[in-house]
Each structure stands twice: as structure tokens, then as C-alpha cells.
């Protein structure tokens, strides 16, 4: 489970960077055995947080619980916001520009 904690902090590393040389502006991250969070924003305007923990520790049922949401600025010059939980029930996205069913 801590391979998934890290992994996932590197993930967040690696959606920073972007091909135009964008700079990162903040870099923050607490990664501890059973939970994380970071913060990240880059001067090409995204930014990036999450945070997650280990639910039902020990248990045959344990599982990573995460909430979050990162931003961009579209090629249309909007910003566009993703808020999002991923957990048991899967990962679920909600932003004004996704639609709903």
C-alpha cells in the first residue's frame, strides 16, 4: 500500500511538468505510511491537490480512499476545474463542464 502512496505522489509530479517549460511555483507534499496530500500550481496555471488515506487498515477490505481536484486553463482561455473522489465506489469526477447523465 505505501508503493500506491508514492506512486500517486509521483504521479502528481509528473502531471506538473509540460512540455511548453512550464516552472513549478508551489511543491508541497506530507507523505506519511497511511495517508499523503500535495499541492502543486505551475505557472502555465494548473494546479494540482489531493489527498488520501487507508481505509479499514489491516482488514481483508482495505483499501485507499482519495479526494481532489486539479485546474487548467483550457485553449479557450477558461479555467477549468475537476473535483474528484476516488474510492470503493470508483473514481468520481465532477466539474461545470462534464456533462451529467
Known sequence: MKFVIVFVALFALALAADPKDAETLRYDANVEPERYD????????KNFQEQGE??????EDE???????????????????????????????????????
Open 63 to 101: 483499501a485507499i480512499a482519495v479526494k481532489g481536484s486539479y485546474s487548467y486553463v483550457g485553449d479557450d482561455g477558461q479555467t477549468y476545474t475537476v473535483n474528484y473522489i476516488a474510492d470503493k465506489n470508483g473514481f468520481q469526477p465532477q466539474g461545470a463542464h462534464i456533462p451529467v447523465a
Open 38 to 45: 500535495f499541492n502543486v500550481a505551475t505557472s502555465d496555471g
Open 54 to 59: 487507508i481505509e479499514n487498515l489491516g482488514s
